[in-house]
């Protein structure tokens, strides 16, 4: 898949729109894992140092249904990236017709309030896109939130009518990478899903069947009682449960099956936390495949999706030895570009 990248296009003296994914997981206001941001840092680079007049960047955090919900605020996120990008003052500005371009030349970066305060973002709404583009001035749109390419919403789709649009260096590299593990995965080719999005996910699962050898299934999606049709397809089956008997990690049989599965496996992917790893009671399973991939060096091991990327990121600081031929931005958008699926938010980019 060839797409249309920043380094196609002059942007010197322009304001350039910025799609990122900053869904990151916030605790108690404080960033948890920064990788998300930390991954969109090349392109901004990019487009300070080739001279752009500001950058605006704009993103979604968490699934606040069209409301102003104060806990889904990107507000814990700009003090991060101003932590990471100490360079160009950083504004940050609230989603209002009323801002205006003078308040936002103070800054040469910006970032925009969670889109997803506005209805209109996941309505796909050509007039909030264009309000947005009309208020930052932007002549460019760039998308580099490789993890919302399967969203067709306001900032991933109806913006790339108004503007011409480019894809940035993370987005680039990310297709890159998924792309050579669709085109010639060594096989046996493991999936692992797991995670909290049971109504995104569960559906995918099957479908999988055409490309895995093997699926493994975790995470709140076995908890519920998910049965495959296809016999390649293994749900966990015993669980770890709270005092209330809520199902809150797959037991010590399933992730003995697994962690098998991942010994046979020549390729594997994963994408979700098996369980509610946040609490270390619940973290055993996601540990023990975590560690089991990071020390195969000599299988092909890809980590996708925000949550599963900051467990896998925070176990490393305490085994640095640990190494994945690719960790994912992408969750849900990893999974739906490995099936093949057209995405929205890259047909209009090629
Ligand atoms: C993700 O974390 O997978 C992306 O940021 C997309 O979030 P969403 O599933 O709420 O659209
Ligand atoms: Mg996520």
């Not at 749900?235 to 037991?251: P, Q, R, T, Y």
């Not at 619940?282 to 560690?291: K, P």
Request: charged content about 25%; proline content about 5%; overall charge negative.
């Amino acid at each position: 898949m060839k797409l249309k990248t920043i380094r196609d296009v002059d942007f010197k003296d322009k304001t350039v729109l910025v799609r990122v994914d900053y869904n990151v997981p916030i605790k108690d206001g404080e960033v948890e894992s920064d990788l998300r941001i930390s991954a969109s840092l090349p392109t901004i680079q990019f487009l300070l140092d080739g001279g752009a007049k500001k950058v605006v960047l704009m993103s979604h955090l968490g699934r606040p249904e069209g409301k102003e919900v104060p806990e889904f605020s990107l507000r814990p996120v700009v003090e991060c990236l101003r932590t990471l990008l100490p360079g160009p003052e950083i504004g940050f500005f609230p989603l209002q017709k009323n801002v205006h371009l003078s308040d936002l030349s103070k800054c040469r970066v910006a970032l925009l309030e969670n889109l997803r305060f506005d209805p209109r973002e996941e309505a796909n709404d050509s007039e909030f896109a264009k309000e947005i583009v009309e208020f930052t001035g932007a002549k460019i749109f760039v998308q580099d939130g490789f993890g919302v390419v399967h969203r067709a919403h306001a900032s991933t789709d109806a913006v790339t009518k108004l503007l011409p649009s480019y894809a940035g260096l993370l987005l680039e590299k990310e297709v890159a990478g998924l792309s050579n593990i669709v085109d010639n995965p060594k096989r046996p080719l493991l999936m692992i899903i797991g995670g909290a999005k049971v109504e995104d996910k569960a559906p995918l699962i099957e479908k999988f069947t055409g490309f895995a050898d093997q699926i493994a299934v975790g995470g709140k999606i076995a908890a519920d009682g998910f049965k495959g049709e296809s016999e390649k397809i293994y749900v966990a089956d015993d669980f770890d449960e709270d005092g209330s008997g809520a199902k809150l990690d797959i037991g010590p049989m399933s992730t003995v099956k697994i962690a098998e599965m991942i010994e046979n496996a020549e390729t594997i992917v994963w994408n979700g936390l098996l369980g509610k790893a946040e609490d270390p009671a619940f973290s055993t399973a996601s540990t023990i495949v975590a560690e089991m991939m990071g020390e195969r060096t000599d299988k092909t091991t890809v980590i996708c999706g925000g949550d599963t990327t900051g467990f896998v990121e925070e176990l490393m600081l305490v085994h640095p030895a640990l190494k994945f031929s690719l960790v994912s931005t992408g969750g849900g958008a990893a999974l739906e570009f490995l099936l093949g699926k057209d995405l929205p938010g890259l047909k209009n980019l090629i």
